[in-house]
Structure formats: C-alpha cells, structure tokens
C-alpha cells in the first residue's frame, strides 16, 4: 500500500470513529510569539571582516528552501529566496504558520538550495490543496483538531512522486528558468564580501526507488558563473551523470561541487559500496566522486548521519538524533542502516584504498538545516519547523493539536537542524568554497561552538600554552580535512585539539577523537578515545568509561544552569596504538553538557508533559585526518 493510500484510509477511519468525539482546538501560544528582538549590531552597521592568514570560522547554512520547491509550497510556504537572505541577516520574516520568525545570531553564509525538479511551478499551478483552500495561520488558530488532522493528511497524500510534481504537471522549462533566475539574482544581490556571503545553488533530489531511499545532493556555486537551468533527477537519477554534467560545467568556469545530505534516508544507498548500477567501483569513479563530493552533510533536521549504535555499539554518544523506526520508514536493521552513515562509510573508504588503491568516500562534513520555511531554526528554545503544514507549531510538533495514532507523524522524532562550519580566511564565496573544496570544515547540530583539530608528528603539549599554537600547528602538521604524510616508523602521530564553547550557549561536557583504521586483513575498525573532559573528570578505571558531567535540565521549565561542563577545553593527544604500516583516520568530536530538547520547549508553552528525550547533548564534528601508509598507491 502506498503513502498516499495509507493516509487516505487513516483520514476515513478518523472520520468514521475518532472525531466525533475529539474535535476540540488547542490553544497553542507558538502561533503568538513575543515581538522580535532587534538585533544588538543590525547588519547595515556590521563590519567588514579582515583577512587572517590563519583562518577564521564562519558559520552559515547550505541548505535551505523556499515556495518554489513543490513539496514546501503544498506544505504551506510562500516565502522567496530574498526572504532566505533577509533571515540569515537578522531580518524578521513570516513563517508559513503566519508568525514572525528571526534568527537569534545573523549568519555568515547560506545558500538558497530549491528542488530543482518542477522548480517554481507549484505556485502557479493553482493547486487544490488545504494551504490554498484558507490561510494556514487562520486554520491553526480557529480549525478544530479534527479540521487540521484532515488538513494535514490532505496535505500528505498531495507529495506525489516524492513531493516534486505539481499535481501531475509536465516539466514547464519557462517556469524553471523563471525560478532559477530569482534564486540567481537573490544570491547576486545580497552577496556582501567580507560581511555576508550568499551562494547559488539548488538541490538534485533523485531516489534508489522510493521516498525513503533519499540521494539527495545540494550544488553549490563557487562564483557567479552558474548553468543556464539546473540539472534535476527528471534529467537523470544517476549520481554519475550528476557528476559528469558539473564536470562539463566546470569546464566552461562554471565551478561548483555536491553536498550528499540524509545518508540516513537513503536505505543505505548513499554510501553503498557499488556504483549506481550494482557494479564495483573503479578508479575513475572515485576520482570523480571525490573531486566533486569532498563534503557530506551529516546534521540537519531530518536527523544525524553520523554514525548508528547498530554500526558502533561501542559508542555511547552514537544515539544522538537517530530517526526511530515508523509507519512509513519500517525496521531498522543493520541492513538498513549500512551504507546510511558517515562514519561507516569512511570505513569502507578506507578498506577500498587498502584492498583497491583509491577511496570513494575521503570526504569532509558540514551541517545545514534543510529548512522549508526559508529559514534556519536550528535553535532548541526558537525551534519553528521544516515545513508549516507538518511542524510549523508546538501542537503540530508535538502531535497535541492531531488526532493522529501513534507512530503516523515522523516530526517528533527530527532535530533542530545543524549549521555548516567553515575555516576560512575571508567571508567571500572564493574562500568559504575552497574551505570546503579542502575539508577544513565541521559540522555542528546547531550550537556555535569553536573547534580546531591538527595533527603532526612533533606537536608538544606546551604548544597549547602559547599564544602562536594555531600558527605553528599549520606549520608542523595539518588541520582538519587534511591528509598526514608518513615520518620515520617510530614516530606517533600526535593531536591538537581546541574548543570553545558557544557564546551564547551551554558549557562543554568532554573532547573525543573518533579513530579509524584497516587491520593487515583489510577489515576496518573503529575505536572512541575521551581525550579531555571539564570538572576535572578522568576515566574510571573499573569501568573504562569518563563519567557522565551530570544534567542540570529542569524539564518543568525547560531551563539549564551552566554550573556544570568548561568553557574552554584543549588537548594535546598521541595515540597509543598508532602502526605505520595500517591506513588510519582519525576526527574529533565535542560535546556540549545537557541543555532542553525543542520538544521540552514545546512542552512549556502548551503545559503537557515533554516526550523523550528531554533533554540532549549538543555537538560539533570535524572532518577527518587520513594518515597514509608509506608506499600505499594512492592517498585514502
């Protein structure tokens, strides 16, 4: 049974035996929010960064959609690609709910990525759908529960062919150029260097056959120079012949590269080990992959693609974000989640270039949003969702404003989002994009915290006490997203490794490098080393284990005091089991001390009882450090 027809036979049986009873509407205070706070500095009085030879960090959000994907506009969404720039700057905008939103930090980056299936035509198409019928914010705030369930199974059965076709409409190539060029000029007219940086760019949005088979992949623009009409899954579904259209753009200065995003939709196609006919991988087909994939996106509000506790049982942190079975996306196994996860897939990356001599997946990471609000809500306590018909409110998030049984509604189990980290010299499209073309990159779920990861081969603890640390850690090693090349076999690689926590936000708990690395029988393996942690915590010698830095969240409230965790946290690290002769990576993550879940927030405003998990443990992930075997054929 279809999707569609599940909904279709749910929306009958609710009105058959469920409503009559329960039609009552909630009063949900996240339809009236407070007044916007003005910005401390408004963005026509920021100044203009400088040039650091040793890099700055940057934070922005690649990722993010307006009204001309089909799938936001039936959901609720009317906002435009300016409106994306005017968020991202501090402007308040309105949400597709009808309530202002504003962002509570400006951005330093973002990118306008639309579907670029059937771009712009939804609407245009005069489509019979509840978001047209009446304005969504007059239905949430007067329509009785039954009104919104039934609006929002409607709205459901309306995604067809995975929520890109208008009604069944034909490709109308006017249309999308139309839309592509508003995106283009939105991006070109908000760009300010050294202040803001606006990118070009859509998303491919192919599937391995179903909805929940996601292989998604945003394009990113380097410059201005950009293709005539983007290339979609309705020209082709093979990541191959994405790849071979941005190569033969390239080669007309039209440089862009490809950012994967929900690994962990991808019902383990997106970092399978073939190709996108069933065949091995070759040679070609890595170079080419890696040149225009150096970067994953493993945060956003679809959940973490990280890593899984059914492929890394062994760590305790892997339960972060995870996407719980349901309704529609069945079983979870390790089947299933095979080929779905970052850290998995550097794995079996590593064991190709052991066993093959080349590596498909020596790729950085980033975290993004994948908003459908035309904003970034990647803020626990300033939570709005991805898509107004869906979560657009505390009631529709939480499912006390549906008549929903359980297990139908995925939102309660989506994050806040993630944001893309970048060490960059400048705030400009060259140096953001060539950040990301060599991996100095990290992914957040949505704090800004600050995080340097290096290694070399000579690297002293004391180096962390001088003022200079980042300048001699660039000159004797390299920093994340780098390669580290062979020294003399008796030397051990040594880290370096600063975090700071977000200004804004909740002390660091501990700093982990996750290793990495393919035994003589070219088998990977993966092991968590806590490397530092705040208040003074070591390892318990019985159990192996940091203890946990304690949780201070009052669900009641949904409040947190920063009694507990560091502000600062830096390490020095030298690993014990290092052999020269096995191919290696290793990436840092930090996490941040508990701090409330969005749905605790929620809870607040409409006085329930907050879902599980109360409270979560936010975090930064770097990009690796690959270490290369003296004498092996190709770097990992």
């Excluded at 009808?98 to 771009?119: M, N, W």
């Excluded at 623009?221 to 579904?237: C, E, H, M, T, W």
């Excluded at 339960?319 to 897939?345: C, H, M, P, Q």
């Excluded at 304690?550 to 830096?570: D, E, K, L, P, Q």
Aim: hydrophobic fraction near 40%.
């Amino acid at each position: 049974m279809t999707i569609k027809k599940i909904l279709l036979v749910l929306a009958i049986l609710l009105v058959a035996f469920i409503a009559p009873t329960l039609c009552s509407n909630l009063d949900d205070p996240s339809l009236r929010p407070p007044p916007p706070t003005p910005p401390a500095v408004p963005f026509a009085e920021k100044p203009v960064a400088p040039f650091m030879e040793h890099r700055q960090v940057l934070f922005g959000d690649l990722h993010i959609h307006t009204g001309l994907s089909t799938d936001a506009y039936i959901l609720g969404v009317r906002s435009m690609p300016r409106d994306v720039y005017r968020f991202a700057k501090g402007e308040v905008i309105t949400h597709g709910a009808g309530y202002p939103i504003q962002i509570s930090r400006p951005l330093d980056f973002a990118a306008v990525t639309d579907h670029s299936e059937y771009l712009g035509q939804a609407r245009l198409a005069k489509l019979d759908i509840p978001t047209n019928q009446q304005p969504l914010a007059e239905l949430l705030r007067n329509g009785s529960a039954l009104e919104i369930t039934l609006a929002w199974l409607q709205s459901s059965g309306q995604i067809n062919d995975n929520g890109f076709s208008p009604g069944g409409q034909p490709v109308d190539e006017s249309i999308n150029r139309d839309a592509w060029q508003m995106i283009i000029e939105a991006a070109e007219d908000h760009y300010v260097p050294g202040v803001f940086t606006s990118f070009i760019g859509y998303e491919w949005s192919a599937d391995a056959g179903s909805i929940v088979s996601h292989m998604h992949r945003n394009v990113i623009y380097r410059g201005s120079k950009v293709a005539d009409i983007p290339f979609s899954s309705l020209d082709s579904n093979r990541p191959e012949d994405l790849w071979q259209f941005l190569d033969q753009q390239n080669q007309q200065g039209k440089t862009s590269l490809a950012i994967p995003h929900n690994a962990n939709f991808s019902a383990g196609n997106m970092y399978a080990p073939r190709d996108s006919e069933g065949k091995p991988f070759t040679s070609e087909y890595a170079a080419m992959r890696s040149r225009y994939e150096p970067i994953s996106e493993i945060f956003q509000i679809k959940g973490s693609s990280e890593t899984h506790p059914l492929l890394s049982s062994e760590d305790e942190f892997a339960d972060f974000a995870i996407i719980g079975e349901s309704l529609f996306f069945g079983e979870t196994t390790l089947e299933t989640v095979k080929g779905g996860y970052s850290r998995d897939a550097l794995r079996v990356g590593m064991e190709l270039a052991h066993s093959e001599g080349f590596n498909p997946f020596n790729f950085g990471v980033v975290g993004s949003s994948d908003s459908h609000n035309a904003s970034s809500p990647t803020d626990e306590n300033n939570y709005t969702g991805k898509l107004p018909m869906l979560d657009g409110s505390a009631g529709l998030r939480t499912d006390e404003a549906l008549l929903l049984p359980e297990g139908i509604n995925p939102v309660i189990h989506w994050g806040s989002g993630g944001l893309a980290a970048v060490w960059a010299e400048q705030n400009t499209r060259e140096s953001i994009f060539d950040a990301l073309l060599r991996k100095e990159t990290y992914a957040t779920s949505g704090p800004r915290l600050n995080l340097r990861f290096f290694a070399g081969w000579n690297y002293a603890p004391a180096m962390l006490q001088q003022a200079d640390v980042v300048e001699q850690a660039y000159a004797g090693g390299v920093p994340m997203g780098g390669e580290l090349e062979a020294s003399s076999p008796e030397q051990r690689p040594s880290f370096l490794i600063m975090a700071a926590k977000d200004p804004q936000g909740a002390n660091l708990d501990r700093l982990q490098i996750i290793k990495a690395w393919v035994d003589a029988e070219g088998t990977s393996h993966e092991k968590v080393f806590d490397i530092a942690a705040a208040d003074g915590r070591s390892i318990d010698p019985q159990t192996g284990k940091l203890p946990a830095v304690g949780n201070t969240v009052n669900a009641a409230s949904a409040r947190y005091r920063n009694t507990i965790g560091g502000a600062v946290i830096n390490a020095h690290w030298t690993d014990p089991d290092f052999s020269p002769d096995q191919h290696a990576l290793y990436y840092a993550r930090v996490l941040e001390i508990p701090t409330p879940r969005w749905s605790t927030f929620d809870a607040v405003k409409l006085g329930t009882t907050p879902m599980e998990p109360v409270s979560i443990q936010e975090r930064a992930i770097s990009s690796a450090i690959w270490y290369r075997p003296a004498g092996a054929s190709s770097p990992p």
